[in-house]
């Protein structure tokens, strides 16, 4: 038994106790009776499986900061400047410093993603042993748990390269698989969740908060579980089936690039809030830009100016400088988004140059590249699919800055390497170690 995942399981029910959905943030609410997991799992009433929905959209949002930060500053990004030295130490190897499976970056995203599963796991049960429900009304709840789930994986494999896929019986948990098999059995479990979704119905008997406004009902709620398939099967190689699952997806190529559910905060009770924000001009605590990716920007890319401000100042820490500050977010209540139609795009023109259709990915290139104020490439004559990769690439970062991509998208097209060495001595690492708690 894993000791993390254990801790959780039994917290679970003392966190969904708290909590309750309103149309912009998630407020505290009293349960005088105290329910525990039993009572949930065996004969819940709808009630106590809409606070158990709450739950677990809730939890969704747990550890974003910090895997970001994280990954970001492995990944040359940002560097994190507060007053933890661990930020601009161990996650760029000063002086051959390896990573630490049992500090913050290892154990804040792996028992933040699986407290959001075990909430589902919770659901999933709870929604199929009761009788208060109908069938029909069941599958909308089995949806939304199974989507929510595979989407927190392939965030796993994203930073750890690993995961547990077999978490429902908390005493006997399967074993670590590697990223190859997790992401393949999100796709699996994404596609029954869009099964159980077009059966669920015209509305869903749970309300979710303003974020997934838009994709609250098992149709649309559909289209954002087709948009995670589609993410997870290019990242598998497979663009012929990311190319279909876009179709059924949210996906617009000519579209609002905002458009997609989004993470909220708030800073009632039981709520938390955006932990990406940060004051403009402070000192102490602040994301600021790795130089390199203002450096590297075509001139005239508009995205260096709404995402990052120059400071006041440059700032300085522990012998790493920066010009630029975030600007993603204006305030610490601002929402966070999960996935938008602009990424959705992105994964099309990846999809695109997997499955050979090359004009396909160079036009959707073209329509970030002139969002962004940049002219259509010019590839001196019809491109060829390492200059359309390399290409996409470049647009991920540019696009998807500071929003946990960069480190994954380098390790898996084996580019790692070829990020900049900030400090003699410093090392480049892409993926976070698993947490001490869970290898012995």
């Given amino acids: 038994m894993k000791n993390i995942y254990k801790t959780i399981a039994t917290i679970s029910m003392a966190v969904l106790g708290l909590l309750a959905v309103s149309s912009c943030s998630f407020d505290e609410v009293i349960d005088p009776n105290g329910p525990s997991v039993d009572g949930v799992l065996a004969n819940a009433s709808k009630g106590q499986l809409n606070e158990l929905v709450v739950g677990v959209e809730s939890t969704l949002r747990n550890g974003i900061a910090i895997e970001t930060t994280a990954s970001g500053t492995m990944a040359r990004e940002l560097y994190l400047f507060d007053a933890d030295p661990r930020n601009t130490g161990d996650l760029l190897g000063k002086n051959g410093i390896p990573l630490d499976n049992n500090s913050f970056y290892s154990t804040s995203q792996w028992s933040g993603s699986y407290r959001c599963i075990k909430n589902a796991n919770l659901l999933i049960e709870g929604a199929s042993n009761t009788d208060a429900i109908t069938s029909v009304e069941q599958n909308g709840y089995l949806g939304f748990a199974k989507t929510v789930i595979a989407y927190e994986l392939i965030q796993m494999v994203k930073s750890y390269n690993q995961a547990r896929t077999d978490t429902t019986d908390p005493e006997n948990i399967g074993p670590l698989e590697n990223g190859e098999a997790v992401l393949a059995f999100a796709r699996g479990l994404l596609d029954e969740a869009n099964g159980n979704l077009n059966n669920a119905g015209g509305s869903f008997e749970f309300g979710l908060s303003s974020g997934f406004d838009g994709f609250d009902t098992p149709s649309t709620f559909a289209q954002f579980n087709r948009a995670v398939a589609a993410m997870a099967a290019v990242y598998s190689g497979d663009g012929g089936a990311a190319r279909t699952a876009l179709n059924a997806s949210f996906f617009n190529l000519n579209g609002d690039l905002s458009v997609g559910p989004k993470h909220i905060f708030g800073l009632g009770g039981g709520d938390q809030s955006n932990g990406l924000f940060k004051v403009p001009g402070e000192n102490g605590d602040q994301i600021i830009?790795?130089?390199?990716?203002?450096?590297?920007?075509?001139?005239?890319?508009?995205?260096?100016?709404?995402?990052?401000?120059?400071?006041?100042?440059?700032?300085?820490?522990?012998?790493?400088?920066?010009?630029?500050?975030?600007?993603?977010?204006?305030?610490?209540?601002?929402?966070?988004?999960?996935?938008?139609?602009?990424?959705?795009?992105?994964?099309?023109?990846?999809?695109?140059?997997?499955?050979?259709?090359?004009?396909?990915?160079?036009?959707?290139?073209?329509?970030?590249?002139?969002?962004?104020?940049?002219?259509?490439?010019?590839?001196?004559?019809?491109?060829?699919?390492?200059?359309?990769?390399?290409?996409?690439?470049?647009?991920?970062?540019?696009?998807?800055?500071?929003?946990?991509?960069?480190?994954?998208?380098?390790?898996?097209?084996?580019?790692?390497?070829?990020?900049?060495?900030?400090?003699?001595?410093?090392?480049?690492?892409?993926?976070?170690p698993v947490p001490l708690a869970e290898t012995n």
């Fill in 289 to 432: 830009v790795h130089d390199s990716w203002v450096n590297d920007a075509e001139a005239g890319d508009t995205r260096v100016t709404t995402k990052t401000a120059v400071r006041p100042n440059p700032q300085s820490q522990d012998d790493l400088n920066g010009t630029n500050e975030t600007a993603l977010y204006e305030s610490n209540t601002s929402p966070i988004d999960i996935m938008r139609n602009e990424e959705l795009i992105l994964i099309y023109a990846e999809a695109s140059i997997q499955a050979g259709e090359l004009g396909d990915a160079q036009t959707a290139l073209d329509i970030i590249r002139n969002s962004a104020g940049l002219p259509n490439k010019d590839y001196g004559g019809a491109p060829t699919a390492a200059q359309l990769t390399s290409e996409m690439l470049t647009q991920r970062r540019y696009s998807l800055w500071a929003e946990n991509h960069r480190m994954y998208d380098l390790r898996r097209y084996n580019l790692s390497n070829t990020l900049p060495i900030d400090r003699d001595g410093d090392q480049i690492y892409n993926t976070l």
